[in-house]
């Protein structure tokens, strides 16, 4: 399984298959993986609420090989922390929303993965490059009980980015993303006067 054929089983299907050795990328993979990634990129845009931020190539690949490798690394138990580590690098934090939807295209399995990583120990090095990633890419990471450790000035200060965001806070009732001001008036306003039937108890949680 290469990086381009994963990331459309990925997309399409909601599966993961990865290769049970690994090897580096080919020059060619990696230049479908581009084009994929930026046909997944046009057609996301229409469930993007307004204008959606532009799409940021070197993040986006960045994210569908890390999603690539933390799935590769479930199943290959073998490798050690120093090799977790170089298999899943870290990325600049996002300082543009072009960044930050970018990556999403991937990072928004984060989930997902952590899911498939639950019989690891906590302090598993897999799971804690996971938990890490989550934690710096707060706009993927909704619902995984996580708190961002990297201010959200990214996603708030983009409409798209922040109705998205609001929507996904929404869906997964995760009230901890609600301690940015901005976060909780739009979460409010989105609810309306429909809170008890999109988030049972939201207001009970928020009495003063």
Not at 30 to 48: G, I, V, W
Not at 69 to 90: F, K
């Amino acid at each position: 399984m290469i990086l381009s054929s994963f990331i459309t089983t990925l997309v399409q299907d909601g599966q993961v298959t990865v290769a049970a050795v690994v090897n580096p990328f080919s020059s060619d993979d990696l230049a479908d993986a581009h084009n994929l990634l930026l046909e997944y990129y046009r057609n996301d845009l229409t469930d993007m609420p307004g204008q959606a931020p532009g799409f940021d190539a070197d993040t986006a690949m960045w994210a569908a090989q890390f999603v690539y490798r933390a799935a590769q690394l479930i199943m290959l138990r073998h490798i050690d922390e120093n090799g977790v580590y170089q298999l899943l690098p870290l990325h600049d934090i996002a300082t543009e929303p072009d960044a930050v939807y970018s990556a999403d295209l991937c990072l928004r399995y984060l989930p997902d993965l952590l899911s498939l990583a639950k019989g690891l120990a906590p302090a598993d090095p897999l799971v804690k490059r996971i938990t890490q990633t989550a934690a710096q890419w707060p706009f993927s990471s909704t619902g995984m009980n996580i708190q961002p450790d990297i201010p959200v000035n990214v996603i708030t200060s983009h409409p798209s980015l922040l109705q998205a965001y609001t929507d996904r806070i929404i869906a997964s009732k995760d009230a901890a993303r609600c301690s940015d001001p901005l976060v909780m008036t739009t979460v409010k306003a989105s609810l309306g006067n429909y809170a008890d039937l999109l988030w049972p108890g939201f207001h009970d949680s928020f009495r003063d």
